[in-house]
Protein backbone atom coordinates (compact mmCIF):
# COMPACT_ATOMS: atom_id res chain seq x y z
CA UNK A 1 0.00 0.00 0.00
CA UNK A 2 1.23 3.49 -0.62
CA UNK A 3 1.60 6.31 1.63
CA UNK A 4 -1.70 7.76 1.17
CA UNK A 5 -4.53 7.01 3.51
CA UNK A 6 -6.81 5.02 1.40
CA UNK A 7 -7.41 2.51 4.04
CA UNK A 8 -9.48 5.74 6.14
CA UNK A 9 -7.15 4.78 9.04
CA UNK A 10 -6.00 7.68 11.52
CA UNK A 11 -3.11 7.51 14.15
CA UNK A 12 -3.13 5.07 16.82
CA UNK A 13 -4.88 2.32 14.50
CA UNK A 14 -8.24 4.48 14.65
CA UNK A 15 -10.50 3.92 11.96
CA UNK A 16 -13.33 5.99 10.59
CA UNK A 17 -16.49 3.64 10.64
CA UNK A 18 -20.56 3.84 10.11
CA UNK A 19 -22.33 2.28 13.48
CA UNK A 20 -25.80 0.86 13.06
CA UNK A 21 -28.06 0.13 16.08
CA UNK A 22 -30.82 -1.70 16.97
CA UNK A 23 -32.47 1.13 18.06
CA UNK A 24 -32.33 1.98 14.27
CA UNK A 25 -29.09 4.75 15.34
CA UNK A 26 -27.13 5.65 12.73
CA UNK A 27 -23.29 6.99 13.68
CA UNK A 28 -20.31 7.86 12.62
CA UNK A 29 -17.01 8.19 14.38
CA UNK A 30 -13.92 6.58 15.07
CA UNK A 31 -12.87 3.26 16.69
CA UNK A 32 -9.77 1.23 17.35
CA UNK A 33 -10.03 -1.36 14.86
CA UNK A 34 -9.61 -4.78 16.45
CA UNK A 35 -12.97 -3.19 18.99
CA UNK A 36 -15.05 -3.93 16.31
CA UNK A 37 -16.90 -6.82 17.37
CA UNK A 38 -17.27 -5.30 20.85
CA UNK A 39 -20.81 -4.10 21.79
CA UNK A 40 -20.90 -2.03 23.87
CA UNK A 41 -18.27 0.04 21.48
CA UNK A 42 -16.55 3.16 22.57
CA UNK A 43 -16.64 5.56 19.62
CA UNK A 44 -14.67 8.87 19.44
CA UNK A 45 -15.46 11.72 17.70
CA UNK A 46 -18.83 10.34 17.27
CA UNK A 47 -21.56 12.14 14.76
CA UNK A 48 -25.48 11.24 14.71
CA UNK A 49 -27.55 10.83 10.97
CA UNK A 50 -30.76 12.37 12.30
CA UNK A 51 -31.80 11.86 8.62
CA UNK A 52 -30.63 11.01 4.75
CA UNK A 53 -31.34 12.68 1.71
CA UNK A 54 -33.12 10.82 -1.25
CA UNK A 55 -30.08 11.79 -2.63
CA UNK A 56 -27.61 9.65 -0.35
CA UNK A 57 -29.53 6.48 -1.71
CA UNK A 58 -29.93 4.49 2.04
CA UNK A 59 -27.38 3.53 4.69
CA UNK A 60 -24.97 2.58 2.88
CA UNK A 61 -24.75 5.29 0.50
CA UNK A 62 -23.95 7.25 4.09
CA UNK A 63 -20.26 4.82 4.22
CA UNK A 64 -20.19 4.89 0.34
CA UNK A 65 -19.94 8.36 -0.48
CA UNK A 66 -21.53 10.20 2.76
CA UNK A 67 -24.43 12.49 3.58
CA UNK A 68 -25.65 14.29 0.19
CA UNK A 69 -27.44 17.66 0.13
CA UNK A 70 -30.86 17.62 2.40
CA UNK A 71 -29.22 15.04 5.20
CA UNK A 72 -29.13 16.02 9.31
CA UNK A 73 -25.85 15.30 10.56
CA UNK A 74 -25.34 16.73 14.27
CA UNK A 75 -22.01 17.84 15.67
CA UNK A 76 -19.57 15.40 17.52
CA UNK A 77 -19.83 14.00 20.56
CA UNK A 78 -16.22 13.71 21.61
CA UNK A 79 -16.62 10.03 23.12
CA UNK A 80 -19.42 7.93 23.52
CA UNK A 81 -19.94 4.07 24.76
CA UNK A 82 -22.32 2.59 22.13
CA UNK A 83 -24.55 -0.41 22.66
CA UNK A 84 -26.74 -2.84 20.60
CA UNK A 85 -24.48 -2.69 17.45
CA UNK A 86 -26.06 -4.10 14.63
CA UNK A 87 -23.44 -2.96 12.16
CA UNK A 88 -19.50 -1.40 11.82
CA UNK A 89 -18.93 -0.61 8.74
CA UNK A 90 -15.81 0.48 7.27
CA UNK A 91 -16.23 4.23 5.12
CA UNK A 92 -14.71 5.84 2.04
CA UNK A 93 -12.80 8.61 2.69
CA UNK A 94 -15.22 10.53 0.55
CA UNK A 95 -17.76 9.27 3.39
CA UNK A 96 -15.72 10.33 5.70
CA UNK A 97 -15.16 14.28 4.58
CA UNK A 98 -18.63 14.67 3.94
CA UNK A 99 -19.26 13.44 7.53
CA UNK A 100 -17.41 16.03 9.02
CA UNK A 101 -18.27 18.45 6.30
CA UNK A 102 -21.44 18.67 6.73
CA UNK A 103 -22.60 19.04 10.34
CA UNK A 104 -26.90 19.59 10.42
CA UNK A 105 -26.23 20.18 6.25
Do not use: Q
Request: proline fraction near 5%; include cysteine; charge should be negative.
Amino acid sequence: MDDNKTDNKTDNNRVAVMITTDKRGVFMGYINEEDANNDPLIVENMHMCVHWSEATRGVIGLASHGPLEGSRITAAAPKALLKGITAVVHISPEAEKRWLDKPWS
